[in-house]
C-alpha cells in the first residue's frame, strides 16, 4: 500500500477482555515497530521487529501484552485482559532498515471502559 | 540507556528561524538522532536524521556537537504550518538489540 496501515481506527472495549491491534506496513520494509501514545502524552517505544523477529521484548509494558509479525509483513499487537491504563493511542511505524526513515500509521485510539 | 529531554513549549513569528535542543546524555558514537512533527490526531512523520556534526534537507537542519550531548533541530522561516509537537529520536544499539527512545516533545507555535 502507500502507506502504513493500521485497523482498527478506533476500538472501544469492556476491561478485562482481549484487543488485537493490526499493522499493515509499507511493502518491501523490513523493520516495523510499535508505539504507544497515552492522551496528551509523550511516546512510549513498545517493541520492533527486523523480519519477523523481535530481538528485544523488554518494551512490552506487561506481560499481558504481546506481537507477531508474520511473512515480513502484518504485524499483530495483543493486549490480554485489558485494563483502564491500557487506554491510548497506539501506533506502529515501518522503515527500510532499522536506522532509516520511519513511516507511521494513523494509529488504534483504544478506550478500555 | 540515554533520556532525552526537551523544552516543553516554544512561541516564534512566521518568518523567524527555530531552533529546538534535546538533551540526549551517554549516546554512542553511531547512536542516530531522528526529528519527527506531529499534528493532533495524525502519527509523527519524519524531519530530519543524522548521528554526526550537521545534516541539512530541504525543511531543516540537524546540528549535533562533539561531544553528542544533544542535537538542535534548525527550522528556517517558520509559517502557521509548521505549528505541531516536534520530537528527537535517539536509537541507541545496546546488548544486542536497538532501543528508540522518545523525547518529551516541544509544542511550538507559530504566531502570524
Known amino acids: 500500500g502507500a502507506g502504513v496501515s493500521q485497523s482498527p481506527s478506533n476500538k472501544v472495549t469492556e476491561k478485562g477482555k482481549d484487543v488485537e491491534l493490526r499493522c499493515d506496513p509499507i511493502?518491501?520494509?523490513?523493520?516495523l515497530y510499535w508505539y504507544r501514545q497515552s492522551l496528551g502524552q509523550g511516546l512510549e517505544f513498545l517493541i520492533y521487529f527486523q523480519g519477523n523477529s523481535a530481538p528485544d521484548k523488554s518494551g512490552l509494558p506487561s506481560d499481558r501484552f504481546s506481537a507477531e509479525r508474520t511473512g515480513g509483513s502484518v504485524s499483530t499487537l495483543t493486549i490480554q485482559r485489558t485494563q483502564q491504563e491500557d487506554s491510548a493511542v497506539y501506533l506502529c511505524?515501518?522503515?527500510?532498515?532499522?536506522?532509516?526513515?520511519?513511516?507511521f500509521g494513523q494509529g488504534t485510539r483504544l478506550t478500555v471502559v | 540507556l540515554a533520556k532525552t529531554t526537551q523544552p516543553i513549549s516554544m512561541d516564534s513569528y512566521e518568518g523567524q528561524e527555530v531552533n529546538i535542543t534535546c538533551s540526549h546524555n551517554n549516546i554512542a558514537t553511531n547512536d542516530y538522532i531522528t526529528w519527527y512533527q506531529q499534528f493532533p490526531s495524525q502519527g509523527p512523520r519524519f524531519i530530519i536524521q543524522g548521528y554526526k556534526t550537521k545534516v541539512t534537507n530541504e525543511v531543516a537542519s540537524l546540528f549535533i556537537p562533539a561531544d553528542r550531548k544533544s542535537s538542535t533541530l534548525s527550522l528556517p522561516r517558520v509559517s502557521l504550518s509548521d505549528t505541531a509537537v516536534y520530537y528527537c529520536l535517539v536509537q541507541t544499539f545496546t546488548s544486542g538489540t536497538y532501543k528508540y527512545i522518545f523525547g518529551t516533545g516541544t509544542r511550538l507555535k507559530v504566531l502570524a
Open positions: 511493502s518491501g520494509h523490513t523493520a
Open positions: 511505524a515501518s522503515s527500510q532498515q532499522t536506522n532509516t526513515e520511519a513511516f
